[in-house]
């Protein structure tokens, strides 16, 4: 019933640590607890959110954009335009989300989605439902988690590590990095 193989896990498990890039997302991980009215992420939130979304799209995620009548391209600028905002945010220093103040959210949005399970991973994982059996798709989804997890878990180390000015050149540095990686995602799915 399962065709587990290690390279198919290996190869599902680095394409989905590229799209989802939880390393590069630090700085935005760092913004959000700072702007979090407890002054921290809920990481097990946060990861079993994206988690839950990630294992959804597998299973269910081409019907689910049919039943909405939304194509992927257009799901996948949708979330362009959320990656793009946020890159606004971090370079310029405004707020466009705003936390809310009675609930704590930040966790959720933009944080499991669409930082961890963005548009782009979704899209991916409908990809390699083409190319990989669903059980190793599976175990990469999980084993991104864990990572995705360790990196929210010491987000207080790493911005102690990085001190306060190195924090402010990363988030500027992958400000400009979000927003390419907003327009080359709009590039692609309106065929440019």
């Not at 989605?113 to 991973?121: M, V, Y």
């Not at 590590?161 to 990686?181: D, H, M, N, P």
Request: proline share 2%; aromatic share 8%.
């Amino acid at each position: 019933m399962f065709n587990l193989s290690i390279k198919e896990i290996l190869s599902v498990s680095l394409i989905l640590f590229s799209v989802i890039d939880i390393l590069g997302s630090i700085p935005v991980i760092i913004d959000l607890r700072k702007r979090s009215r407890t002054g921290k992420i809920q990481s097990e939130k946060a990861t079993v959110a994206a988690g839950i979304l990630m294992i959804i799209f597998l299973y269910l995620g081409k019907s689910i954009l049919n039943l909405f009548g939304v194509d992927v391209a257009s799901f996948a600028i949708a979330g362009a335009i959320i990656i793009f905002l946020i890159g606004m945010e971090m370079i310029l220093g405004r707020n466009i989300f705003r936390a809310d103040t009675a609930t704590d959210t930040s966790s959720i949005v933009p944080l499991a989605f669409p930082l961890i399970a963005g548009a782009g991973t979704m899209t991916t994982i409908i990809s390699l439902r083409a190319e990989y059996s669903t059980a190793n798709i599976l175990i990469g989804i999980i084993l991104n988690l864990v990572f995705v997890y360790i990196v929210l878990k010491s987000s207080n180390w790493l911005e102690r590590k990085l001190g306060t000015s190195g924090a402010e050149v990363l988030r500027k540095v992958f400000g400009i990095i979000l927003i390419a990686i907003a327009i080359k995602l709009f590039k692609t799915n309106l065929g440019l």
